[in-house]
């Protein structure tokens, strides 16, 4: 299986857990690339919450994202302001070639994990429209200073549905 992880990460937490994955599907034989999206400026905490909150995206500085190659899409995201990272938005504006292949969300921040629940649904249903389809796997981890405080006995859990789709 080919997999394509595609993450943004403004604090190093949704990348970390980026490369947790790709090391687990890695010795699970999988061929796995890791696709970072960059941001054009790095934003400030509350303009980067404002542009979440009101649903904008944010200017990216890579825009190649064609994911043929790949057979299952993963896709990273912190939330802010109760959503997901405006660079995820501009991220799927750009993707290519997404069409009928299967895919899984993870998501990183400071909130519950019940309340960014709707953070997956959000992306879920971007991706849907995308037509990928995601089911229902995802993978919820609450951080707290760089460290996972609830979620982290989920990822097993998470590669599994990632393999077995």
Known sequence: MKVGIVYYSRTGNTKKIAKTIEEKLKNENAEVDLIEIKHEKRPGFFKAGSAAIRDKDMSIRNTDFNLEK?????????????????YIKSYLKKAENIKGKKGAV??????????????????????????????????????????IIHGEENIEKFLKNVMKN
């Not at 019940?114 to 951080?143: A, C, M, P, R, W």
């Open 106 to 147: 993870f998501i990183t921040g400071a909130g519950k994990i019940d309340s960014n629940k709707k953070v997956f649904s959000y992306i879920k249903k971007e991706l849907d429209e995308l037509g990928i389809k995601t089911y229902e796997n995802h993978l919820i981890l609450q951080f707290k200073k760089d460290k």
């Open 70 to 86: 790949y057979d299952f899409i993963i896709t990273g995201t912190p939330t802010w302001g109760g959503r997901p990272s405006p």
